[in-house]
Structures are given as C-alpha cells and as structure tokens.
C-alpha cells in the first residue's frame, strides 16, 4: 500500500477517533441538559445561563413536581419558597421576552415528559394580552431548535458546538461559574443587579413626554377574538390536555406607574376589559386557578418594589408565592364580576399626580 493511502486512512481514524471523543465528552457533560440531568458532583456545580438553551432540558430531564415559568417577570421567583409554600420540589424556567405561544410549549413539553408533574405556576403578561396566538419575540431561525426536537440527526449542531464544548469544559473543572453549586433561587435571579424605587422608575418612564388621550379605547370584538385565539391555544387547551395538573395561572402585578401610563395612553380601560375577558374564559377549566393582585395596594403603590414600572424585586416574588398557596386574590365565577368592578373603581377614581411629587 502506498504511503500516501496509509497516511490518509490513519489520518481518517485519527479523525473520527477524535470525533468520537469529543461528542462522547459533549454528551457526558451535557452542559444543555439535552440528554439527561446534571451529575451530581460534591462541592462543585454547573452552568446555567442562556435560558432558550436550557429550559428545555430542564423541563425534560430534571426531577420535579411543580414548575414555576412566564417571562423576566418571574425571573426573581425563588422554588425554595415554592417549596416550602406548596412541599413540592419545583424548578424555575422563565423565558426573557417570553410569549404567551412560546412559554405554552415549555409547559406542553414539561406535562410530555413528566408525569410527576403536579403543579404549574404561570404568569400572563398585560402587555401580551393583543398578542397573535403564534407570535413571539424570537423567531424560530434564532432558537436552538435542534435541542427541542426530538430528531437525533441534527443533535450534530449541539455535540459539535463551540459554546457547548466551552460550557462542558467548565463543567468539568469546576471553573469560573461551575465553581459552586447554583440553585433555582440564583438561576436567572437579577434581584441583586438593579436599584429599585423612585428614581429607578423614573429613570424607566418619561411621563412628561406622554401626550395624553382624550378618551379610553374600549375592548373591541376583534380584540376578544385574538385574545380567545391567544388563550385557547397557549394556556386553557394544555390545561385540557392535562386534567391532572394543576394551574395556578395570575396576572403579571405592574406598578402604579405602568398602570398611569396606560390611562395616560387611553388604553386602561381596554387593558381592564381585557384581563376579565381573559378571566372568564380561564374559569371554565376545573384545573386552572385564576389569581389578580392589583387590589395589594401596598406593594403594587410602593416604587421600592420595582425596578422599573413592571419588574417587582424577589421579595414581590416570594409574596407572589404566598398569595397563590393561600388563596389570597383568587378569583372564582362567584366573585369575579365584582372584584373587577371594585378595581375599576379604585383605579378610575385614583388620584395619580400624587404618586409622582417626589419625581425630578
């Protein structure tokens, strides 16, 4: 045999030997958790960044009960106050930006492949409350999607990944991040990286550059019908798919100031209409419990407890958990009507300059 031969096929199996060792190494590690969960290793932990990257895996793989899941808005939630509220072992796996089409597939993939799966904790954004059935912020051709399905022959995309190996490697050395153990508690937690209050606030919304409405728009029939579309694809349908699980579902608690804005809009009204439309389509399902807090005047009126006019802190969070496991602003078909009656009424006839006196 020619040496030129000789070398090309010990170069080929030098190739493949290396190609071989390194997808081994990749699904070892699986620092995605594509394949299986985290091993267990004392004193040293594992990196959990990237969300689109990871709650997928942790959906799959991990061993829970109880999820809590919706956009950056339950990013400061704690599963050790989930815990300990609902005794449950639950994990957190929020989506940045996430829609209402986009975290209803994390919750249909979590009830696929968990059938411990008891409890889900789910937050409905206001602002998301118009939003097409199938829309999200990121588009399919910006999302892992080799990780979400479940063809193995793309999977090349991941065990072949520079950040993938990047990730293993610290994993496996217990460097930089992967230094310490890391809980649901930290995971996404940016509590402790912002200022809240006042100035936090105003520094987030410009209220003098908001050019007032003359009058509030109302709830049309063509927004009940995307929002029925919204709903009925993305929540109430996985929950009859699902009889078994129960949803605590609640409505994200924005700030006065979020709240000022959209009278200021000429959107409140509509916005109010909107969410007991939404409620009353959620109470036609014996799994789902339906939850509002704007009647918590203490927290939603206090700027400390926001970092801008949306994202309430962790300790807003850790309440958040308390109100779903006692029942506190539950809303049911015997009192529904009448709660939102009460809050119009308090927030049509707030005086909203006083909340802004102390601004500059």
């Known amino acids: 045999m020619k040496k030129s031969v000789k070398f090309i096929i010990a170069f080929l199996i030098i190739c493949i030997f290396f190609s071989i060792s390194f997808a081994a190494f990749i699904i070892y590690m699986d620092p995605f958790f594509h394949y299986h969960k985290p091993h267990p290793r004392e004193g040293k932990g594992y990196i959990m960044e990237d969300q689109r990257y990871i709650n997928d895996g942790i959906v799959k793989n991990f061993d829970y009960d109880a999820m809590i899941c919706g956009s950056s808005m339950t990013e400061t939630f704690r599963t050790s106050v989930m815990d300990e509220e609902f005794k449950t072992t639950s994990v957190k796996v929020p989506f940045s930006g996430g829609s209402y089409k986009e975290v209803g597939e994390l919750v ?33 051709d910006h999302y892992p999607t080799y990780l979400y399905d479940k063809n193995l022959l793309n999977d090349v995309n991941y065990i072949f990944s520079k950040d993938a190996l990047l990730t293993a490697v610290q994993d496996f050395l217990g460097k930089g991040a992967a230094s310490k153990p890391i809980s649901f508690d930290e995971y996404s937690n940016w509590n402790n990286s912002y200022q809240f209050g006042v100035s936090a606030v105003n520094a987030n919304y410009a209220r003098n550059t908001v050019i007032p409405a003359t009058s509030q728009d109302p709830l049309t029939e063509e927004d009940k019908s995307i929002i029925l579309g919204n709903i009925t694809q993305n929540v109430t349908d996985i929950a009859d798919a699902n009889p078994d699980v129960e949803f605590y579902i609640y409505y994200t608690p924005y700030s006065i100031y979020y709240v000022d804005y959209f009278r200021l809009l000429g959107q409140f009204d509509r916005q109010f209409e909107a969410e007991k439309y939404i409620t009353s389509l959620l109470l036609e399902h014996k799994n789902i419990h339906v939850y509002s807090f704007y009647m918590q005047h203490d927290y939603i009126e206090d700027a400390n407890n926001y970092r801008d006019v949306a994202h309430h802190g962790q300790a807003m969070s850790d309440e958040i958990i308390r109100w779903l496991a006692s029942g506190e602003g539950e809303l049911t078909k015997n009192n529904y009507e009448a709660y939102y009656e009460e809050m119009y009424d308090y927030y049509a006839k707030l005086d909203y300059d006083s909340f802004f006196v102390d601004w500059k």
């Open 108 to 140: 249909t993939t979590a009830c696929e492949y968990n059938p411990d799966l008891k409890i889900v904790v789910r937050a409905l954004d206001g602002n998301r409350f118009f939003n097409n059935k199938d829309e999200r912020d990121y588009e399919a």
